[in-house]
């Protein structure tokens, strides 16, 4: 598929897919979703339009689905309005990019030397997690849940190799969310525009580095035609958790049936996006840098130390917006502990032995 194809099939389509039967759906109750995806894009579009579908499927009519990408009703960064207000009854996307509603949102996405996407799921589920989410979404009149995951995301694309933090001093890089404050307080320029648009403020120099998802993602979005150092393991987003966020009012007027079976959906597709990125971002990385020439780097351990430093500021600076804040920012870090000792001893440390025996990078 070419990058322009799917990025720009929205404009030139019909716009919404409706996903239920039209016999059935007479009946239903209707369920309008809007994306922060482009339409067919690989990886986190697909996954938003099979978890439309998978709803529509698992309802068998009592929804009537109709799904919208990035651009096709709303603005990627327009949905959480669109449903806040009952215009739509749901969005899919990443919830950090509403920290400007509260910054609490970032954590129900990912944050700068967070979880990874395990741990994260087993905060929201088994931790406390979802009852936050809850109550942040809730003053929104909102109500959300897990409905994908990208694992461990790259450092991004850059113009330049990084070799010190003061690299990172006047660079322009697109970067939301609490990395975007870490990289701004390293001296850096970001900006926050939506997936369709990265690639041409990447090739006319408006921006000099840019995060996306992966190897598989990036693959698509040919960022290689405008940078070719590409950095691994970013400090930024470790889970890369995204959501389903619904209108509460709406919700709220939905049978117990109903309700579960939007959940079971978002639980599957949750698993399935994840699993999905685990498949094809070793394969989708060979073919940049085999096909493509991407020169593929790692930050060094200053940078990631600076990384650190400007991060415990920015999470204090969140810790000090509100109680509820504080209280999202407490939870997290404290299971975070938990789990992190915990994989440090299991998880990490048989991964790590199992690769010196297998000799692998």
């Known amino acids: 598929m070419e990058r322009r194809k799917f ?10 897919t409706a996903l239920a039967t039209p016999s059935l759906a007479q009946s239903g109750k209707t369920l309008t979703i809007v994306s922060t995806w482009p339409r067919d894009f690989p990886g986190i579009g697909m996954s938003a339009q099979r978890l439309a579908a998978r709803i529509a499927q698992l309802s068998d009519g009592a929804l009537n689905v109709e799904y919208f990408a990035s651009g096709e009703r709303v603005g990627a960064f327009d949905v959480f309005d669109e449903v806040a207000s009952g215009n739509a009854q749901a969005y899919i996307g990443a919830e950090y990019y509403f920290t400007g509603k509260h910054p609490a949102f970032a954590y129900f996405t990912s944050v700068p030397f967070g979880m990874t996407n395990p741990e994260w799921n087993a905060w929201i589920k088994f931790g406390g997690g979802q009852e936050l989410w809850d109550e942040l979404s809730g003053e929104f009149g909102l109500k959300a849940f897990t409905a994908g995951a ?7 694309w850059f113009n330049k190799e990084i070799e010190s933090p003061d690299d990172f001093k006047g660079l322009k890089m697109r970067i939301p969310g609490m990395g975007g404050q870490v990289i701004s307080k390293l001296g850096g320029s970001t900006v926050s525009v939506p997936g369709s648009q990265i ?4 090739v006319s120099g408006a921006i000099d580095a840019t995060e996306w998802v992966g190897p598989f993602n990036d693959y698509f979005m040919k960022f290689y035609e ?12 470790p889970g890369g958790g995204l959501g389903f ?15 579960a079976v939007i959940e079971a959906a978002c639980m599957e597709e949750n698993a399935a996006a994840y699993e999905e990125n685990i498949a094809k971002n070793g394969e989708y990385l060979a073919k940049l840098v085999d096909e493509q020439g991407v020169e593929v780097r790692n930050f060094n351990e200053d940078v990631w130390d600076a990384f650190g430093e400007a991060a ?13 804040a504080a209280k999202v920012n407490d939870s997290f870090q404290e299971k975070l502990r938990e789990m992190g000792t915990m994989n440090a001893n299991f998880e990490v440390g048989y991964v790590n032995q199992r690769n010196r025996v297998l000799g692998l990078v």
Do not use: C, I
Request: aromatic share 14%; proline share 2%; no cysteine.
């Open 7 to 16: 990025l720009t099939g929205a404009a030139l389509g019909a716009g919404a």
């Open 150 to 156: 990208t694992g461990t995301q790259a450092g991004g």
């Open 245 to 259: 966020s619904m209108n509460r009012a709406w919700y709220d007027g939905l049978s117990d049936w109903e309700k």
């Open 226 to 237: 405008a940078a070719k150092f590409y950095y691994t393991a970013g400090m930024h987003e």
């Open 312 to 324: 415990e500021e920015v999470f204090e600076e969140t810790r000090d917006h509100s109680p509820l």
């Open 199 to 202: 690639y041409e403020n990447l």
